[in-house]
């Protein structure tokens, strides 16, 4: 069953037609809800964004699921598809499914299908390419079904692979199922975006693949320079995302105990399962303040007076060499200095030079670094987060990832299987 790259007649005018499928909110899914990723949201939001804008790819239709949680801890069970609706400029079709075990993923597949496959007829006409956000929800398998039903080929962007028991999500039965599916699904695909290298040479070593480790927007560096942080008088130690063990909450919440005296202040935001820990570390020490989920510009806002920002990501866990920590990039956007943990070897190759790299992942020597990068002047700091992001400018806005991503699907389209494997996959492609 090994795709080979089927190649699409070419159309006459335009870019390649591109259907994307992915997992966007409704406003009510944001509030209150476990399943919902602001980084994943603005990630597919910023992707669809940057590859309409260029030369070589043209966003003709969205299919979306919605990010919630399984019931009974969502209210329904039958969530509605809807015949029309959009993802910002995009047309956008909702698909329905029931929100409950391993009905969810079927029936999404069942949601998709038939939508993709009519998709595909309207643009018969045209060099057209499936593009999936990740392959779990809807299952990846659909769409390569869709691929050779229609002639038309497929490619995932694979943001994070998590493995069960290992980070994110548990080892229940139906996680090992969803893993193992969308591993083996891999293969099947004729191209692949990763975040990080080891997942193309685990999963899909003989695929054509791009690296990309993330993208920031590029209104996000157009803007000022911050100037001096926050006036308190404090040293404010900040982190915002995930709260989670993979995330390394347990190690940065020790390495603050182990600063003594009332000059230091952490600042901490986001959800996720550590919340209670947060909560229970901010009653205990009134130097830590948990300002709960933000709205964006809130935590840019945040991010721009604290003293030091921390990126505590573990490398300990088997999912950390499958996901790139993508807050580390809007970290070092915010001009602040950044102090991060070594979780894959692209982080030491592309940010090496303007993040303070912790080699070790321990309390204390994470509380000996914050006190080191806290010491230095203050125009020595903003030296680094300058130097951080004018290489973002140069390399890591959505403008020049999205380009490097279109320019990746037009080939696979027009050379498919003659793509070589390799060509553009490195640990420095975003330099390309």
């Known amino acids: 069953m090994e795709k080979s790259g089927v190649l699409v007649n070419s159309g006459s005018g335009g870019g390649i037609r591109v259907a994307f499928t992915g997992s966007l909110p409704e406003p009510e899914d944001i509030i209150a809800n476990p399943a919902y990723s602001p980084a994943a949201a603005l990630f597919q939001e910023q992707l669809l964004e940057a590859l309409d804008a260029s030369a070589e790819c043209e966003v003709s239709h969205v299919f979306a699921g919605r990010p919630l949680p399984s019931y009974p801890r969502h209210a329904r069970i039958a969530i509605r598809g809807a015949r029309a609706s959009r993802a910002g400029r995009f047309p956008m079709s909702r698909l329905g499914f029931l929100n409950l075990g391993l009905l969810k993923p079927a029936t999404l597949s069942l949601s998709l299908l038939p ?15 499936i593009l999936l956000y990740n392959t779990t929800s809807p299952p990846a398998i659909i769409a390569v079904l869709a691929g050779l039903l229609s002639r038309t080929q497929v490619v995932a962007i694979v943001a994070d692979i998590n493995v069960p028991g290992s980070g994110l999500v548990s080892r229940s039965l139906l996680r090992r199922l969803e893993y193992r599916l969308q591993v083996r699904t891999l293969r099947y695909l004729d191209g692949v975006v990763v975040l990080t290298e080891r997942m193309r040479v685990d999963f899909a070593p003989r695929l054509p693949a791009l690296l990309m480790e993330g993208a920031v927007s590029d209104t996000l560096l157009q803007d000022p320079l911050p100037g001096r942080a926050s006036g308190t008088g404090a040293c404010a130690i900040m982190y915002a995302g995930h709260l989670s063990a993979l995330k390394g909450l347990p190690l940065l919440l020790e390495a603050f105990e182990r600063l003594v005296g009332p000059g230091y202040e952490l600042w901490l935001t986001g959800d996720g399962p550590m919340r209670p820990d947060v909560e229970a570390a901010a009653q205990r ?59 894959t070897p692209e982080v030491r190759q592309e940010y090496g030079a303007v993040a303070y790299l912790l080699e070790e992942e321990s309390a204390e020597g994470l509380r000996a670094m914050i006190e080191t990068v806290a010491s230095l002047p203050e125009r020595e700091r903003q030296a680094r987060g300058e130097a951080a992001r ?22 696979v389209v027009r050379e498919g299987s003659g793509l070589p494997e390799r060509e553009l996959v490195g640990p420095h492609a975003g330099r390309q």
């Open 390 to 411: 004018m290489l973002l400018r140069e390399r890591k806005t959505w403008r020049t990832q999205g380009a490097r991503i279109a320019h990746f699907l037009a080939r």
């Open 115 to 129: 939508r993709v496959l009519a998709w595909a007829w309207r643009e018969r006409a045209r060099s057209r390419l």
């Open 285 to 343: 020490d009134p130097r830590i303040r948990y300002f709960g989920m933000l709205p964006y510009e809130r935590v840019v806002t945040l991010l721009r007076r604290a003293t030091v920002l921390v990126n505590p990501h573990s490398g300990a866990m088997a999912s950390s060499r499958y996901l790139f920590p993508s807050k580390l990039l809007e970290f070092l956007a915010s001009g602040r200095p950044v102090i991060t943990t070594v979780s």
